[in-house]
């Protein structure tokens, strides 16, 4: 009967269930009135059934879809995505209860009490006799005491905003680090970064200027009831320039599409996921002093330059720096030997990125993202068979499931969420905006990039990257963060609306896009542009091999093969089992340090190699038929073949570089997520 | 500097950070006055970042623990278990926070507000013209008032008591429901039920009683300065008597000690562990009516029992249905060619069960138990090799950070926690109740057993049994579940110490006690007692085969023997993809209904394994080479190997109860943990 005793966590208090803690306390009565107890026990006990009730109903969404996932896969239906899916039913769901639950107002009675200076966050009331302690929840304007009285079924299943943040994303994010395909990924590193930091921010102003102009409009025609600043305006900008291109990737990944595409794409949604997140929070933090607190102030925006740098580049830092640690516990002590443990390091040490970097006032989500592909670069390497294949399935599942939780989430709140404000001429306006922002952003860099690109871009391809700027669960959540003002709430049922659309339309219009494009599909990503560029022949080092070279070397920057070149001959070796050995890299003053720092199965593993050379293939094999789709070789021992003849003579110049080749078609052995696919040890020509 | 705006969640909403809502709450305020808004909001940024730090120290912990582990796994140590280990890092931390870090009195005072009726959830204050939004966390004893003020920090690393109930201790219990080892689980069922059941009881009973006369003597010597009722000492015998051999187990696991012993004292602690949770929440249900609350009341009491039925057989059914429905639903659907969609609908499906069980008014972690037995029993035959692995290794992962936590909690809380009674003779008292209680449980109910077995338990089992009553995460989160009152809070401290105590020494202890017992390590689970008793030689259907089909006769009850062939015959066939054809086994008017509900694949499989005799050997054998300790065999086609040669001819008793033998021999092929073995397929030599 009476109004559950949480407010704001509802859902979530069952995910901790608040519930029993809360019956405990008012245990605390004593046997003053066991009858009472008895009824407020009750009360907290039904509170708590309702939460598990809301909760299942997610938990049977998610079942649901995963079925209806199931039959399109088999059926091999490729125009809805299986996040199309589940918004599909949370939209069926939420009209359900939208419509089909009774609408009770809740039984709390705003409560005044005057009381000067500020509130205090906890509140002792006496009612006749006995105490109740009350926590301050924080401020509610005044217009909005009446809100507080709404639907309780909808309430129910209302998450709090920053779950999304700090539950959901940081799983998806950290995985799509963690399964980045390296070597497609490094190929196109510089395109990719353009994009994602260059290409946001223009994406994000255009829309930003485009949006301004449209509220101006709006203003004008005497559309808009409550305050639209520019900031909010930019704000949408930064949202909506998180590309989520879920649906298309997993197509290309089915119909195994242009490689180089299926990196520029994945690359750059998952990067300027980070800009996005940091841009938001740059704008947000722009302050302006004085009286007029809106307009442009040349201070706080370098100021909010500053907070972007200073965010991205310590959130950087924090991911990059778990891992490492990550690499070097993995490293020196023998915990492969317990997979158990090894796994739950792993799974701790990422965690800890999350927390660290939201401890020191930088963004998890960046962190984590940095976390997942330094520990896909360094740990994984260190890893035993048995840690490799659980921590991607572990992974694995957590994405799966908080993505397809979000996006079923989002159907619902389409319906539950109680301060849509749906505008058609913002909807419109945002609709072109992001249209011309995104066109904005691919062509005139695309240009761009191919004046620098020996293998250029194509319009084709540039079409396609145009057409697959869809916007999901990052966009969402951005939007989601902060509904407490009228422009927000604008914004956010536009960013529901446009997710809905381009995950639906845009997403079921890939395959014949791809195909009105001209793009290739069904390639082998490793016969693949050119033929040669095969880590078989690689280690031939012919005529052909220096041709690709050449290449290579036009296509990766300066600032990229220095650091590759640092990479390969310093910290793989550090932090791996993997690379020369140091002894050869380092100046010879440092042979004592290089000594310990070495891993001596460095060495072991070459004259392992040598002598089981059959065996080894087999093994290889045996595994890729084992995992399935999921092609896992015992990659520790991919990188010390160079070091074979002479040990010494390796640390020159074009060494490290053909290692940058050799590594460039290796490195995506490590992590793969595509068919089956029998890998040779690179030993085995030498 | 202010104190931060949650309470009673403090660190768990850090896992759900509830900040950023209250951040987004506060700007709702509008734009009335942007310095105030700022300061709140950074105050609500700091209270953010301490959560993360309170977080990153548990996570630190962990980690420290992981690391040390492997060393002494490494170094071969056995005195000291993880669990204990935990406990150690989480004593020092709890000191270094208690004595380390300046006590801070909170800001909040209390705040007196007349008014009649029972108090609001909601509170809306007015402070100055602004309004704030307050909740009701529960009621206060006018005497703890000023408890509300105590030290942040010892605060920020106290969880609510319900999320061991509801997120930590739910995976334990499903893992162990899972990775039952069924083979000697059955064979023993009936002890084993005795054991929890009657056992359990007993013990509660007699420490319940034991220590109302320690409560009495306290009394008279003047050493109790607050009530203590009866079903309060009842409530600390159904706590203190949930066993949790954990450390025992491990070194009985690692040593390879007699399989029966283990079996019976898995059984035992599992099975015990949800009675003690069912018998504690009996026991707050006795609730006598009239003036005399708690002296003894018979209707209350057989409410009580009613309650106890009603809950246990509530949360079995429900774990059992949803076990039934996944199954089902792995079954007749091809879900096994996406190990991830299978994956991740297991472990929908199996938390779902909990929801289910609480919404309902049931016991979640109960209901989770028995859905782990029955996805043990019968989904896992229909998942995909590859999930089979995965499953097993989420959930091991999952147990093993929710154990380990708990553990390391535990040792934090004894300097942590705020309101802890240490009475000496309440200490005193029950060391020695528990030991009487054990021992008053053990020792009459061998006796008892071994009238009927045929295997007595020796003496050295019980003794070892007697000895290993150790007590861990259940009891612990049982006692803490409600600390609000002076004999609870006293009854808390003395369930700390006990955990303790038993943890470190007696599991310490296990591995002197076990030579001096002289129970015999190293065996080979599956050659052992007696020798015939080996699957391999089951088949062979000769004499011996008879003679143990007598020994098993005798021992297994006929009740057991009939639930036996129901499943062998039809739940078995129905569920999964083994045991014999349906047709073969129900009633031939049910044609129909029994050809759509057996799966093709019982066919399928006799076929497929007659041609691929030698591949199929193989296979197995890679597989356990891959997934080290783990044996996994291609076992959903180990059942239907009784219809070979006629089909119609088994439909006979004998026929269900050479399966019988055939199955318990076999049984545990599907569910081990144990180190590598090769396993036979069954068809080999038939």
């Given at each position: 009967m009476a109004e559950p005793l949480r407010r704001r966590l509802p859902l979530l208090s069952l995910l901790l269930l608040a519930a029993g803690?809360?019956?405990?306390?008012?245990?605390?009565?004593?046997?003053?009135?066991?009858?009472?107890?008895?009824?407020?026990?009750?009360?907290?006990?039904?509170?708590?059934?309702?939460?598990?009730?809301?909760?299942?109903?997610?938990?049977?969404?998610?079942?649901?879809?995963?079925?209806?996932?199931?039959?399109?896969?088999?059926?091999?239906?490729?125009?809805?995505?299986?996040t199309g899916l589940a918004m599909i039913y949370g939209l069926i769901v939420g009209v359900i209860l939208r419509y089909g639950t009774p609408s009770t107002s809740g039984h709390d009675k705003p409560f005044s009490c005057s009381q000067e200076d500020r509130p205090f966050t906890t509140l002792l009331v006496n009612v006749s006799g006995k105490f109740f302690e009350y926590t301050l929840k924080g401020e509610i304007s005044p217009g909005k005491i009446h809100n507080v009285e709404q639907n309780d079924m909808l309430r129910k299943v209302t998450f709090d905003p920053e779950v999304f943040f700090n539950i959901l994303l940081p799983p998806i994010i950290f995985h799509a680090g963690y399964s980045l395909k390296k070597r497609h990924f490094f190929r196109n590193l510089g395109s990719i970064l353009a994009y994602a930091f260059l290409g946001t921010a223009v994406s994000c102003f255009i829309i930003g200027n485009l949006m301004y102009g449209v509220v101006k409009l709006m203003k004008l025609v005497g559309q808009l009831s409550d305050k639209f600043y520019y900031t909010d305006c930019l704000l949408f900008?930064?949202?909506?320039?998180?590309?989520?291109?879920?649906?298309?990737?997993?197509?290309?990944?089915?119909?195994?599409?242009?490689?180089?595409?299926?990196?520029?794409?994945?690359?750059?949604?998952?990067?300027?996921?980070a800009v996005a997140i940091v841009l938001s929070s740059s704008i947000v933090a722009y302050q302006p002093t004085g009286?007029?607190?809106?307009?442009?102030?040349?201070a706080a925006?370098?100021?909010?330059?500053?907070?972007?740098l200073g965010i991205f580049s310590g959130s950087f830092m924090m991911g990059a720096v778990t891992g490492v640690v990550?690499?070097?516990?993995?490293?020196?002590?023998?915990?492969?030997?317990?997979?158990?443990?090894?796994?739950?390091?792993?799974?701790?040490?990422?965690?800890?990125?999350?927390?660290?970097?939201?401890?020191?006032?930088?963004?998890?989500?960046?962190?984590?993202l940095f976390c997942g592909i330094t520990q896909a670069h360094y740990t994984y390497n260190n890893l035993s068979v048995e840690s490799r294949s659980r921590t991607k399935q572990l992974f694995e599942v957590?994405?799966?499931?908080?993505?397809?939780?979000?996006?079923?989430?989002?159907?619902?709140?389409?319906?539950?969420?109680?301060?849509?404000?749906?505008?058609?001429?913002?909807?419109?306006g945002a609709f072109v905006a992001i249209f011309l922002?995104?066109?904005?952003?691919?062509?005139?860099?695309?240009?761009?990039?191919?004046?620098?690109?020996?293998?250029?871009?194509?319009?084709?391809?540039?079409?396609?990257?145009?057409?697959?700027?869809?916007?999901?669960?990052?966009?969402?959540?951005?939007?989601?963060?902060?509904?407490?003002?009228?422009?927000?709430?604008?914004?956010?049922?536009?960013?529901?609306?446009?997710?809905?659309?381009?995950?639906w339309i845009v997403g079921g219009g890939t395959t014949p896009m791809l195909s009105w494009l001209n793009i290739r599909v069904g390639v082998d990503p490793d016969q693949d542009p050119p033929p040669t560029n095969d880590s078989f022949q690689v280690l031939q080092g012919d005529g052909q091999d220096s041709a690709r070279r050449n290449r290579t070397k036009q296509e990766s920057a300066w600032l990229f093969r220095l650091w590759y070149s640092f990479d390969h001959n310093y910290l793989k070796p550090i932090l791996t089992h993997s690379g020369p050995p140091l002894t050869t890299t380092l100046p010879?003053?440092?042979?004592?340090?290089?000594?310990?720092?070495?891993?001596?199965?460095?060495?072991?593993?070459?004259?392992?190699?040598?002598?089981?050379?059959?065996?080894?293939?087999?093994?290889?094999?045996?595994?890729?038929?084992?995992?399935?789709?999921?092609?896992i070789t015992a990659n520790g021992s991919s990188g010390p073949h160079t070091a074979t003849t002479n040990l010494d003579s390796r640390r020159t110049k074009s060494s490290s570089e053909e290692a940058l080749e050799r590594d460039l078609g290796a490195a995506d052995h490590e992590v793969t997520s595509r068919g089956t696919r029998l890998v040779f040890p690179l030993e085995y020509n030498a």
């Open positions: 803690g809360l019956r405990a306390a008012e245990r605390s009565g004593g046997s003053s009135s066991a009858m009472e107890e008895l009824a407020t026990e009750k009360e907290a006990e039904e509170s708590h059934r309702q939460d598990s009730v809301s909760l299942l109903t997610f938990i049977l969404l998610l079942t649901l879809t995963i079925l209806t996932i199931w039959l399109f896969k088999h059926r091999r239906v490729r125009f809805l995505h299986e900008g930064a949202i909506i320039s998180a590309t989520d291109p879920v649906t298309v990737l997993a197509i290309f990944n089915e119909l195994h599409a242009d490689v180089d595409l299926y990196a520029l794409l994945f690359g750059e949604s998952v990067l300027n996921d009286e007029n607190t809106h307009a442009f102030d040349a925006f370098f100021k909010s330059v500053g907070v972007f990550t690499a070097l516990v993995t490293k020196f002590t023998k915990l492969h030997c317990f997979p158990l443990l090894e796994t739950a390091l792993f799974f701790l040490m990422s965690w800890s990125t999350f927390l660290l970097a939201e401890a020191c006032g930088f963004t998890g989500v960046v962190a984590v957590l994405h799966f499931l908080a993505e397809n939780f979000i996006f079923s989430y989002m159907g619902l709140a389409l319906f539950t969420f109680q301060k849509h404000i749906f505008s058609p001429v913002f909807i419109i922002g995104r066109a904005a952003h691919i062509y005139p860099l695309s240009f761009l990039l191919n004046l620098g690109r020996r293998h250029k871009i194509s319009w084709s391809f540039q079409h396609m990257m145009m057409f697959s700027g869809l916007r999901g669960a990052m966009a969402f959540a951005l939007a989601i963060r902060d509904t407490a003002t009228y422009s927000h709430q604008m914004m956010f049922s536009t960013t529901l609306l446009i997710v809905f659309f381009t995950v010879s003053w440092c042979g004592l340090i290089a000594r310990c720092l070495t891993s001596p199965q460095v060495y072991d593993n070459q004259e392992q190699l040598r002598e089981e050379d059959s065996d080894f293939i087999l093994n290889d094999g045996d595994l890729t038929v084992t995992y399935g789709d999921t092609t």
